[in-house]
């Protein structure tokens, strides 16, 4: 098994991954085959495993260093992670995910939801058997709760047309940026770091994923017209409107609501009038400045980390800006 090429960079770090991997697989045994296939296809499907690695960094400027249970915390992480990816698609009736067939449209929304709930309870037991304390698991429970509303929110605010940037952000910080909060201060917290040190990990790890998310949709709309993929398409239809469409629909209004109204029968010519006109309206420019503004917010944050013998904060930093500077 291979993990992503992105960690070739960094050997020890490569290394724990793909212990965490392993872990996580074996982990998962459902007396349901075809489901564990699906789940560990998912698992294996060449995700970056960027939260698993957050954690693994951060757990390195405690004074506590157990590989056993950094894997441990790491697996937890990446399969809470998964979970939600799984829910996710039942919400947005997804076909793919990385190219392969969701678990919900090769098995039915029933048996995924099943899936996503036993990828929970891995989750926690993993938390269980290796943290320290009941504060781990009680905020993974309050993130998991934070990580609900902000896919509730985002159901909530489908189709709506007023839509604010705040509204937006409020989301984006529950869905995506909880889970990279979480990732830090477990990191820190379960590795002996104090409180205020890793409230102060997890505050980066929520600028991070706040620039995470911004950036991913910015990536949607940065694709030449003739390749656009899933996202924008099935995203717009379903009224779920991401940061450049909000700013371009702010700007003109009147040049996009014939089409957004449309809701889910709008046809591909609409939605490529609406990469069109995100553009001419400056949406992804405007985005681009906000995403600019916390990825300089997180990188701040990470200077000031102290420096180590592993050289962690240098590491974070280089994978936060490799992350948050990308172009595909």
Not at 86 to 107: C, G, K, M, W, Y
Not at 176 to 200: H, P, Q, R, V
Not at 260 to 288: F, P
Request: charged share 25%; with cysteine; hydrophobic share 35%.
């Amino acid at each position: 098994m291979e993990i992503h090429p992105m960690w070739k960079n960094y050997p020890s770090l490569e290394k724990e991954l793909t212990k965490t991997e392993t872990l996580i697989e074996e982990s998962i045994k459902l007396s349901n085959k075809k489901v564990q296939v699906a789940i560990l296809k998912m698992v294996h499907s060449g995700g970056k495993m960027l939260r698993p690695a957050y954690q693994i960094l951060f757990s390195q400027f405690g004074p506590e260093q157990n590989e056993e249970k950094r894997i441990a915390l790491a697996a937890a992480i990446e399969t809470l992670h998964t979970a939600t990816l799984i829910h996710d698609d039942i919400v947005d009736e997804a076909l793919t995910r990385r190219n392969l067939p969701t678990i919900q449209s090769q098995f039915g929304k029933d048996i995924a939801v099943y899936a996503g709930d036993y990828l929970f309870v891995v989750c926690f037991k993993l938390l269980s058997d290796y943290t320290s304390s009941l504060k781990s698991i009680q905020l993974n429970s309050r993130s998991m709760e934070k990580i609900l509303s902000g896919e509730l929110g985002q159901m909530d605010q489908r189709y709506n047309l007023n839509l604010t940037i705040s509204d937006y952000i409020q989301n984006v910080s529950g869905k995506t940026a909880e889970l990279f909060g979480l990732s830090c201060f477990i990191g820190a917290f379960e590795s002996g770091c104090s409180d205020t040190f890793s409230n102060k990990c997890r505050n980066i790890g929520v600028s991070i994923g706040i620039a995470f998310q911004i950036i991913d949709d910015i990536l949607d709309y940065s694709q030449e017209e003739n390749t656009l993929g899933k996202p924008v398409l099935e995203d717009v239809r379903q009224g779920v409107y991401s940061l450049p469409l909000l700013y371009a629909l702010q700007k003109q209004p009147e040049s996009f609501l014939p089409i957004l109204k449309k809701k889910n029968k709008m046809t591909a010519e609409d939605v490529s009038k609406i990469y069109l006109l995100v553009h001419k309206y400056d949406g992804v420019k405007k985005s681009q400045k906000l995403a600019k503004k916390y990825t300089e917010k997180a990188l701040k944050e990470i200077a000031d980390l102290p420096d180590n013998e592993l050289n962690s904060a240098k590491t974070i930093y280089d994978i936060t800006e490799t992350i948050l500077l990308r172009k595909n």
